[in-house]
């Protein structure tokens, strides 16, 4: 895999910061800025969450839903506009309960990515730091996600992970 040098992978832990810090990333361009959305709002605690992020970002931002559709949000962005994602372990659980095809998943992802040609900040959780999971379908997300987040390092020209509000470099 070809690493490509727009491409920044930020990982990090629940309430890490991670997602301020990828916003912050993203808003060292010049706009309009792109953000692709994955997580839908199911209940109001997720409502709430996605309001506090919105909030966040303001105005100036530009939003696209993909809670399935991933690699084609990110094929039709466009190609010129900084972009960033947010976030891959969503999309991947959503993948997940849509009995989806994750290895092509994966690879028609990684294809969408490595194709980018204006900055892009992709951003998840590390779910592989905490205790092995004691049923069957967490076992199989925390798997899943580990081999998706090795397969976006690779071709990431950068990857931070966010600990406690500090990025600490990893590549």
Same mark, same amino acid.
């Given at each position: 895999?070809?690493?490509?040098?727009?491409?920044?992978?930020?990982l990090g832990g629940? *309430?890490s910061?991670?997602?301020?810090?990828?916003? $912050?990333?993203?808003m060292? %361009?010049p706009g309009?800025?792109?953000?692709?959305?994955?997580?839908?709002?199911?209940?109001?605690?997720? *409502?709430?969450?996605i309001?506090t992020?919105q909030?966040r970002r303001g105005?100036?931002?530009?939003?696209?839903?993909?809670p399935?559709?991933?690699p084609e949000? &990110? *094929?039709n962005?466009?190609?010129d506009?900084?972009l960033?994602?947010?976030?891959?372990?969503?999309?991947l $659980?959503n993948r997940?309960?849509?009995?989806?095809?994750? &290895?092509?998943? *994966?690879?028609?992802?990684?294809?969408?990515?490595s194709s980018r040609?204006?900055?892009t900040? &992709?951003?998840?959780?590390?779910v592989?730091? $905490?205790i092995?999971?004691?049923? =069957?379908?967490?076992r199989?997300?925390?798997d899943a996600?580990?081999l998706? %987040?090795q397969d976006v390092?690779k071709?990431a020209?950068?990857v =931070?992970?966010?600990?406690?509000?500090?990025p600490?470099k &990893?590549?």
């Amino acid at each position: 895999m070809t690493e490509n040098p727009h491409l920044t992978f930020v990982l990090g832990g629940a *309430r890490s910061g991670k997602s301020a810090y990828a916003e $912050s990333l993203v808003m060292t %361009h010049p706009g309009p800025w792109y953000y692709i959305a994955t997580a839908q709002a199911f209940d109001d605690e997720m *409502r709430e969450r996605i309001a506090t992020h919105q909030a966040r970002r303001g105005g100036d931002w530009r939003t696209i839903e993909a809670p399935q559709l991933l690699p084609e949000a &990110v *094929r039709n962005a466009p190609a010129d506009a900084p972009l960033m994602i947010d976030c891959l372990a969503i999309w991947l $659980s959503n993948r997940m309960f849509a009995e989806a095809d994750l &290895v092509a998943d *994966r690879a028609a992802l990684i294809a969408a990515l490595s194709s980018r040609a204006a900055p892009t900040v &992709v951003v998840s959780p590390e779910v592989g730091l $905490s205790i092995v999971p004691e049923n =069957a379908l967490a076992r199989a997300f925390r798997d899943a996600a580990g081999l998706l %987040h090795q397969d976006v390092a690779k071709i990431a020209a950068h990857v =931070a992970l966010v600990v406690a509000g500090y990025p600490v470099k &990893v590549k």
